[in-house]
């Protein structure tokens, strides 16, 4: 097995609090930054890819409420929504966190959207890492309004 950290989570929490404190309405193209990917050779020739990404999103917190979001995406609470997509290797989520010193409208404007991307990991698996993944970027972003991040996202 081979494990890579992109970013440390304080590194991470650093250039999303520089973005988040430049944003503004007009802002809608966010790059991702990659967490780390984490290679598991497989029985066959190659391996199995494990990565966390994690930006800033285009989608709003009010956008959850469309009819083409909505029928995708289950809200867990008030500020955390999650995607998984039957058959995708992915489970994406979308937390509600507000940065001091950014913009007001930045908190439901502009969540934080995390992925974890896998083609080998049972669905319980992936909930786990996603959900591990973002209580440590919440954590070290010190979001204002507390989003609680749950260890079970699907159900």
Known sequence: MNATARNSPDRLAAA???????WSLDDLLYYPHNACRIDIPAESDGAYVI???????????????EPKYA??????????????????PI????????IPG???????????QMAIMDPGLGVEQRQSLLSTF???LVDELACTGDPV???????
Do not use: H, Y
């Open 16 to 22: 999303l609090t520089l973005e988040a404190k430049k």
């Open 51 to 65: 990565e966390a990404e994690v930006k800033w999103s285009a989608l709003t917190i009010d956008s959850m409420r």
């Open 71 to 88: 029928k995708s995406w289950r809200q867990v609470n008030d500020q955390v929504f999650v995607e998984q997509e039957p058959g995708q």
């Open 91 to 98: 489970v994406t989520l979308l937390v509600a966190c507000g």
């Open 102 to 112: 950014a913009a007001s409208e930045q908190e439901a404007e502009l969540p934080l």
């Open 134 to 136: 973002a209580r440590t």
């Open 149 to 155: 991040v749950p260890a079970q996202l699907l159900r």
